[in-house]
């Protein structure tokens, strides 16, 4: 699967419960849930070996569980031949998730 175009967005908490915002209302996002999902995923790897401030350190959990969610809900979702082809830049994860996510980070 190729990834999406980058989401220009800093490293950051605000950045953080923004994506999750849009997440939860994907109709208002710029960003499709994959791209999303991959911000979270790059934001957790620039902070993997490095002893993050706490706020971000406090991130790091929902951050990991918003790409590992991706990554099941469509291997649960798709037969191997369609991860292979599609781009699912369209498909959407439950939106209660992305509101679970900003609970957990109230």
């Known amino acids: ?8 967005m800093p490293f950051t908490r605000e950045a953080a419960i923004k994506m999750l915002r849009w997440g939860a209302e994907p109709e208002k996002s710029p960003y499709s ?7 979270c995923d790059r934001f ?13 350190e406090s991130l790091m959990p929902v951050l990991t ?8 809900y469509l291997a649960n979702t798709y037969s191997l031949e369609e991860l292979r082809a599609k781009n699912f830049e369209e498909e959407k994860m439950p939106t209660e998730w992305f509101c679970d996510w900003l609970q957990q980070l109230a």
């Not at 957790?44 to 971000?56: F, G, K, R, S, T």
């Open 65 to 72: 569980d918003v790409e590992t969610q991706w990554d099941l």
């Open 33 to 39: 849930h994959k791209q999303i999902a991959e911000w």
């Open 1 to 8: 699967m190729e990834l999406s175009a980058p989401v220009d």
């Open 44 to 56: 957790w790897c620039q902070y993997l070996d490095v002893d993050a401030e706490p706020e971000i």
